[in-house]
């Protein structure tokens, strides 16, 4: 008898053995693929429709009080730009609108920063590596807050969904918010919204004059 035969005989067993095992193995991954998803800073958050609103003075409400540390480790608030109009953008180095809309957002501050427009980026759920390394590839000329725990969105919740990224804010010279974008913005909608916010100011001072 060939030595071969048991061996022809066995082959579709072990062959059955080894897909089921491949089975196993390959549900086992999905299993802990999608745990770690589940698991990970940016599941809960979702990208907003770019929607924005602009509020009248008389229902406007004070920005609440913002400070921590800059993505380099310098002190920064809120307060510190008192007297200028703020935009306030919440971003993360993993969040693909984010990036879409950076140079959007650096090209707003360049045109619009010597008629009193300032910027401050908040990054949220992110670690200092990828957001130096997010700023550094972007070219963002602006501080950012470091938020790791996302602690700033939630005390502008009654403005801005928290889980909504990216998200920005429009604060006017008296501290108070006087528009927002729910989503990534684009250049026509947020000079559509500072403009008339800096032109205030500019309203008063030829008053006073």
């Known amino acids: 008898m060939p030595c071969n035969e048991p061996g022809a005989r066995t082959r579709p067993a ?8 491949a089975a196993v193995i390959a549900l086992t991954g999905c299993a802990g693929q999608a745990a770690t998803d589940s698991g990970s800073s940016n599941d809960r958050y979702v990208e907003g429709d770019g929607s924005t609103t602009a509020f009248a003075p008389e229902d406007r409400t004070p920005a609440p009080a913002v400070e921590g540390e800059t993505i380099g480790g310098d002190p920064i608030s809120l307060d510190d730009y ?17 990036r879409a809309e950076t140079p959007v957002l650096e090209e707003v501050y360049g045109e619009y920063k010597d008629a009193g427009l300032e910027f401050l ?11 130096e390394a997010f700023e550094r590839n972007q070219e963002v000329t602006y501080p950012s807050l470091y938020d790791q725990a996302g602690e700033v969105p939630q005390a502008f919740r009654d403005t801005v969904p928290p889980q909504a990224i990216p998200s920005t804010l429009v604060i ?14 684009n250049y026509r909608d947020l000079t559509g919204l500072v403009e008339p916010v800096l032109d205030e100011g500019a309203r008063e001072d030829a008053g006073s004059a």
Request: proline share 2%.
């Open 121 to 131: 980026g908040v990054n949220i759920k992110d670690n200092r590596t990828s957001a």
């Open 82 to 98: 008192e007297g200028d109009v703020v935009v306030v953008n919440f971003w993360a180095s993993w969040c693909a609108p984010c």
């Open 14 to 21: 072990f062959r059955r053995s080894v897909a089921a095992l």
């Open 172 to 185: 006017d010279r008296e501290g108070r918010i006087a528009a927002r974008v729910i989503g990534a913005t």
